[in-house]
């Protein structure tokens, strides 16, 4: 199967503000989708925010995160 590009809001049913479970457990497997289903979708949220913080030229990457994990008292699993 070809992976096309998902985003987060492609994996709801928006209308119902549940999981598109069937969707999921066609991408991924039993406990990559056991965790999705296992993040819980809120009713007050009812619009996506970006909630990283980007670096100067835009862009969120593994130096930044590495940057945050050295600047903050982060736990590493």
Known sequence: ??????TVSNLLV?????????????????A???NIFN???????THDVPVLKFERDGVYSVKSAYKDILNHDVAVL
């Open 39 to 45: 993040t819980p979708l809120f009713p007050s949220v």
């Open 1 to 6: 199967m070809e992976w096309p590009c998902l």
């Open 32 to 34: 990559t989708a056991r």
């Open 14 to 30: 928006t209308p119902l503000k549940q999981w598109n479970m069937e969707l999921i457990n066609s991408f991924f497997d039993n």
